[in-house]
Nanobody, 130 residues
Framework: QVQLAESGGDKVQPGGSLRLSCAAS????????IGWFRRAPGKEREGIAC????????YYADSVKGRFTASRDNADNTIYLQMNSLKPEDTAVYYC???????????????????????WGQGTQVTVSS
């Protein structure tokens, strides 16, 4: 199973931007749908984005739609999450995850639950505060 590692988390002021990276141990562009999730203190894990392979179709939670953009660079096996217009409620640990192979390479209707994903990174902290 592919291994994933997130980076790019930081403290930023409201209205600011960050780009998170998810480095994969091997190519994902043809084989794995990748999801982005977050967990805020005291809250349940939330699915925020999913990007399918190989066509790159993307899906977003309503809470981030229009502000966050998921993309993938197939040349370096990296998946990105560009986050703009950040709000204090975006403060959380952010995780990327890869589909279980049996679920194929496209995001399913259940992507936001996280149950389709078998490989998870260690997470990166994003703090939005003035």
């Amino acid at each position: 199973q592919v291994q994933l590692a997130e980076s790019g988390g930081d403290k930023v002021q409201p209205g600011g931007s960050l780009r998170l990276s998810c480095a994969a141990s091997r190519p994902t562009s043809d084989y794995y749908a990748i999801g982005w999730f977050r967990r805020a203190p005291g809250k349940e894990r939330e699915g925020i984005a999913c990007i399918s392979a190989p066509n790159g179709d993307t899906y977003y939670a309503d809470s981030v739609k229009g502000r966050f953009t998921a993309s993938r660079d197939n040349a370096d096996n990296t998946i990105y999450l560009q986050m703009n217009s950040l709000k204090p409620e975006d403060t959380a640990v952010y995780y990327c995850a890869a589909h279980w192979p049996l679920y194929g390479n496209r995001c399913l209707n259940t992507w936001a639950t996280g149950t389709d994903f078998g490989s998870w990174g260690q997470g990166t902290q994003v703090t939005v505060s003035s």
